[in-house]
């Protein structure tokens, strides 16, 4: 038998891709959780002080300071604390309490020490924990990235808007359109959803047991614990849900996760299309020196920016399903499948942004193949028989032409097979129709027949 390894990553997140997904370990790791669970019961005990609740006093700003410097200075010695104390407490929210406790009694604070996680419930301090580290790792680092990847496909559209390609609808050839306006296309449905990921709420509770503030009232009856639970929680920065059990009912993140899923599908569909056109010879791909394509074949330079953000979104898909399908349920008041579940939402964000890189880096190393595009459009002539059909039935109607049956005229001409200029210019010439229509057919060529494909990138998703 080999020898142990020394302790290992067994997340690829990390270990292999750890410097692509580090920036999502700030907020969504379990030191970035307990970081911010610190975060609120510090602020929590603030607001009860402000307001002289119970006797006390607010604090002097020296002594907001110190106690807020407990989660701005969160660090190692933080870190070990609580896996210390969690290891005898087998809970982490009570550890986090335990913590916050003892650096009362280090600042001389002891008198107000019985307000650390007053009247609270774990669920109180861990929605709002979660509220504020998902909304963090959203806002500063996920979504840069994906509107990163969404500039990069704007420039992309805007420089080959007027690049003429040959369509494929069921894998055949179609009306052409221009590379541009089929990068426009992702542009335009990646805003869509972004736009309804940054709309979206983050919210927390903060009602005690089963939420109905009864621990709150029997201690003082006269507050208005609503009122300052509402105003406490969106003083935080997020969204405040009155109405709860035990626990927030995670609608917000179902949402979250359903549209972050929506968004990846996009993405993948994006990939795949991008790796379809460069197996056609579309796009070229620019060799990165030093590296390997093949460890066999010396010519080849593999796609594999965009089979990697392909699998990775895959992966996230799954996952941010998962999310969604079991966070939406809690039996009756509260059962703890959230609990592990919610553990996993960075490992969802981290395939996600891992698949993000890769496309940013992917579509920054290829170029288009122009001649390839028009050679392709030139080899199919047969697609103009949509244009000339439908100029045909436009004659029929304005009573210049005789035609019965233009779109049959035009299959039987083409359809299983190869027709080229000199064909399509001799049928032209000997339909009933008038000669303006004439002379527009005989100009048609299909890298012409892009119709508004070059005006719909300038109107809709240029800068």
């Not at 965009?306 to 349920?329: K, M, P, R």
């Not at 029929?396 to 233009?406: L, V, Y």
Request: proline content about 4%.
């Amino acid at each position: 038998m080999p020898t142990s390894l020394p302790p290992q990553p067994l997340s690829p997140l990390d270990g292999r891709y750890r410097a692509a997904v580090a920036d999502l370990a700030d907020y969504l790791s379990e030191a970035g959780l307990n970081r911010a669970r610190v975060e609120v019961e510090v602020e929590w005990i603030i607001a009860l002080t402000d307001r002289s609740l119970f006797g006390t006093t607010p604090l002097q700003p020296g002594d907001k300071d110190a106690l807020r410097a407990l989660y701005r200075d969160f660090g190692q010695a933080e870190i070990d604390w609580l896996a210390d104390k969690e290891a005898v407490t087998r809970h982490d929210v009570k550890a986090v309490e335990y913590l916050v406790r003892d650096r009362l009694s280090t600042l001389g604070l002891d008198a107000i020490a019985e307000l650390a996680h007053f009247a609270c419930t774990s669920e109180d301090i861990n929605s709002a924990s979660y509220a504020l580290t998902v909304q963090r790792a959203v806002e500063r680092v996920w979504l840069p990235k994906l509107r990163s990847v969404i500039d990069k496909l704007r420039a992309l559209a805007v420089e080959h808007k007027d690049a003429a390609m040959l369509s494929r609808t069921h894998g055949q050839p179609a009306t052409p359109s221009t590379m541009g306006k089929e990068l426009a296309v992702f542009v335009w449905r990646l805003e869509r959803v972004a736009a309804q990921i940054a709309g979206g709420e983050y919210l927390a509770k903060f009602s005690g047991a089963t939420g109905t503030w009864s621990a709150h009232l029997a201690a003082d009856p006269d507050v208005d614990w609503p009122e300052l639970s509402r105003t406490f929680i969106e003083g935080l920065g997020i969204g405040f849900n009155p109405m709860t059990t035990q626990i927030e009912s995670h609608d917000w993140q179902v949402e979250l996760y359903d549209r972050a899923r929506h968004a990846g599908g996009i993405l993948h569909n994006l990939a795949t299309d991008v790796w379809t056109y460069i197996s056609m010879g579309f796009f070229a791909q620019i060799p990165v020196a030093g590296a390997t394509g093949s460890s066999t074949m010396p010519h080849k330079i593999n796609p594999i920016r965009f089979e990697n953000a392909e699998a990775n979104l895959e992966i996230a898909g799954g996952l941010f399903g998962t999310l969604a399908q079991t966070l939406v349920t809690s039996r009756q008041q509260r059962d703890l499948t959230d609990s592990t579940t919610q553990r996993n939402i960075g490992v969802a964000f981290g395939h996600s942004l891992l698949a993000l890189d890769n496309l940013e880096r992917g579509l920054g190393e290829i170029s288009l193949s122009r001649d390839v595009l028009l050679g392709d459009l030139d080899a199919n002539w047969e697609v103009l028989a949509e244009a000339i059909q439908t100029v045909v039935r436009a004659e029929i109607a304005a009573g210049r032409s005789q035609i019965t049956d233009p779109y049959a005229l035009l299959k039987d001409l083409t359809r299983g097979r190869r027709v080229g200029a000199a064909e399509l210019a001799e049928f032209v010439d000997g339909l009933d129709i008038g000669d303006a229509a004439k002379e527009r057919l005989r100009a048609l060529t299909p890298a012409d027949y892009t119709g508004l494909a070059e005006q719909l990138v300038d109107t809709l998703i240029a800068e």
